[in-house]
């Protein structure tokens, strides 16, 4: 069998410099091209290129994308910053290439993926809910794309279930000091040395309180979860927003 033809975008980056050692290290998979900032993307096209992965930052990754779907390549993305605007945008290109592939995924690990479908389960049944996150100091976004879609998700499961607004007194407060509100979900971001990359969802009821919590210690958390999606990205076209997609959860 013929092995898929896969690019890295951010090769010498934290989990760029990772996911080049994976890929390579995989059976059925061929590194044609390891690309930094400033590199062209021509070589995409000139390596015969089948599958992109991108781990880069917000600023690049929508041009990115834009050049690998006009080009038929199908990608797997770990790079934050997803908004509706960027989403909307990325379909329309997608719409005009319906055989291509994207995955976005918030995080590749099995165990933020977990937690996420957790904290969706568990939301309904508890009146309060906040997500900390916790990550290295080098990190460039807050709050962390894994932690405004698990608050996401919970707030979505809590709409569907009829759940009345958190309880919270608070009148007066530091700006900042109730964190980030994603869907009225509040969101902590830490950032601390020694740490990667790190999860706590928080639920509380009457008597009792629920924590979930997942840690990343190192890059190599994500390396299956990217290596899954070079595999079936290439037979789901159009976009899919999340791992779980391609793993039977249940
Ligand atoms: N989804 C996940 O599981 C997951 C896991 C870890 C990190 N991330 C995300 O991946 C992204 C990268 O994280 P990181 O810690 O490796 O950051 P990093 O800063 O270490 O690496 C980013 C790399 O991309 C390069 N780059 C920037 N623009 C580029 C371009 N146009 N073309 C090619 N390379 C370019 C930079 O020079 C840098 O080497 C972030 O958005 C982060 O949140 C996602
Ligand atoms: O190290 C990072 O940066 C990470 N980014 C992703 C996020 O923002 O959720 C995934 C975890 C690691």
Known sequence: MSKLRVAVLGAKGRIGSEAVRAVEAAEDMELVAALGRGDKLE???DSGTEVVVELTTPASVMGNLDFCVRHGMHAVVGTTGWTDERLAQLNTSLAASPETGVLIAPNFSIGA??????????????????VVELHHPNKADAPSGTATRTAQLIAAARAEAGCAPQPDAT????????GADVDGIPVHAIRLRGLLAHQEVLLGGEGETLTI?????????????????????????GLTFGLENFLDLG
């Open 43 to 45: 070589t995409l096209v």
């Open 171 to 178: 009148v007066t407060a530091l700006e900042g000091a109730r």
């Open 113 to 130: 993926v977990l937690t996420m479908k957790f904290a969706q389960q568990a939301a309904r049944y508890y009146e309060s809910v906040e």
């Open 213 to 237: 919590r997942h840690d990343s210690l190192h890059h190599s958390s994500f390396m299956p979860g990217i290596l899954l999606g070079v595999r079936r990205v290439v037979s789901a076209p």
